[in-house]
């Protein structure tokens, strides 16, 4: 879901510290379509609020030992050179009302 007028709204943050990974200091490991920024920041919808998709702050064994077309989402190699990182570098929180999960 996008957080666009009539889709639901945006109810996440999630800012991009940069990575550790040589050759991808400038970017932060995530799963979509877009190259995200040392620096940048941006909003989403999260679905399920008591259990975030990829809280971190590592990413499980599996997952990256897992071939790139096995990945829950398509992560194009031109954005993300190589396997997914151990550690996520970008840190996140939810904006949610108090009684929300």
């Not at 879901?1 to 995530?30: I, L, M, P, T, Y």
């Not at 620096?39 to 499980?60: D, I």
Request: glycine content about 8%.
């Amino acid at each position: 879901k996008k957080c666009v007028r009539g889709r639901g709204r945006c109810n996440a943050w999630v800012f991009c510290a940069g990575s550790d990974r040589a050759g991808a200091e400038d970017r932060c490991f995530s799963y979509d379509i877009h190259k995200h920024v040392k620096g940048e920041c941006w909003l989403k919808f999260e679905g399920n609020l008591s259990s975030p998709v990829a809280a971190g702050p590592t990413l499980p064994a599996p997952f990256r030992a897992a071939e790139r077309k096995q990945w829950p989402w398509a992560v194009p190699e031109q954005l993300w050179p190589g396997p997914p990182p151990e550690r996520l570098t970008w840190q996140s929180g939810i904006v949610a009302d108090a009684a929300a999960p």
